[in-house]
């Protein structure tokens, strides 16, 4: 009887202990499970979140990127309506500028060469002027534009202004009569247009060869610069010059010449040429450029007025 009552109980202990591994197994596996559900629950929502971060940077990029490339197409388009404006045939307003260029109050000087491009001088003068941050103006000679057409790109790649000086410098060719001197600047201009590699070039600004004063050409070179006026080309001479093609043959003399033509006025247009036979050019230039820096001139070139 004993036995039968222990054997009862031993098995309701047993049955216990049972049920207690199974209700901590359940409790083992649910929280198991949760914790693991928790976890992937909240990995899935971190991976949702970031996803839509990411989402939200790329769509930000793009619109940053879209709105770059905008910006720079409206810029490219400014930039394109000023070089068409700067190219078009010059108003009235624009030519008087020209004819009163020495009436600036500051003190400024226009370093100008006629006669080239010339293979001897030219890129000499091209390197000083890039040493000194100096923009100058070249009237330059359709015949040699078109001999030279890689230096004319240099000088106008490098900010110079390219301005026209006729085609072949013989005054009994250009001064034939008024149209004769039109018909030069339109040749040299399109000789211009193809040694730059642009079609909408204009030079815009013309140098009579010999200077438009006096001469016994005076009377051809005055219709002719009316006809130059009517069709937006303005036309500029100097007021200072070294005597480079007068007879002057040393340094000295070239930079006294400056120096004296130059005088106590502001603005100066210096007339100087770089043609092949002009070396001491080149080399009294460094004079020069000191020169004027020391008397207070400050350099500008035509795109600086017009």
Not at 161 to 171: E, L
Request: charged fraction near 25%.
């Amino acid at each position: 009887m004993e036995l039968e009552v222990w054997r009862k109980k031993h098995i309701r202990f047993d049955r216990i202990i049972m049920v207690t591994l199974i209700i901590t197994s359940i409790i083992w596996l649910f929280t198991t499970s949760g914790a693991k559900f928790a976890t992937y629950y909240n990995s899935s929502i971190y991976t949702i979140a970031l996803e839509k971060k990411c989402e939200q940077i790329k769509q930000d990029e793009q619109r940053k990127e879209e709105e770059r490339i905008r910006i720079e197409q409206e810029r490219e388009r400014e930039r394109e309506l000023e070089r068409l404006k700067k190219y078009a045939p010059l108003t009235q307003e624009q030519i008087e500028k020209v004819n009163n260029i020495y009436s600036q109050e500051e003190k400024v000087a226009f370093l100008t060469f006629d006669d080239g491009p010339s293979p001897a001088v030219t890129p000499l003068i091209l390197d000083l002027l890039k040493k000194e941050n100096i923009k100058a103006t070249f009237f330059v000679l359709g015949d040699r534009v078109v001999a030279n057409p890689e230096l004319v790109k240099r000088a106008y790649e490098e900010g110079h202004y390219i301005a026209n000086h006729g085609k072949t410098h013989i005054y009994s060719q250009i001064y034939t009569n008024s149209q004769t001197v039109l018909d030069e600047y339109n040749i040299t201009n399109q000789a211009i247009r193809n040694a730059i590699g642009d079609q909408n070039y204009n030079a815009r600004v013309f140098r009579f060869p010999g200077g438009y004063a006096g001469g016994i050409y005076s009377e051809i070179k005055k219709e002719a610069r009316v006809v130059l006026n009517n069709n937006g080309i303005a036309s500029l001479d100097w007021n200072a010059l070294s005597k480079d093609s007068e007879g002057a043959k040393t340094k000295e003399q070239l930079i006294q010449n400056v120096i004296t033509t130059v005088g106590q006025k502001n603005c100066v247009v210096i007339l100087m040429h770089d043609a092949n036979n002009k070396i001491l050019t080149y080399e009294t230039l460094p004079d020069v450029i000191n020169y004027l820096r020391q008397n207070g001139y400050t350099f500008k070139c035509l795109y600086d007025i017009l």
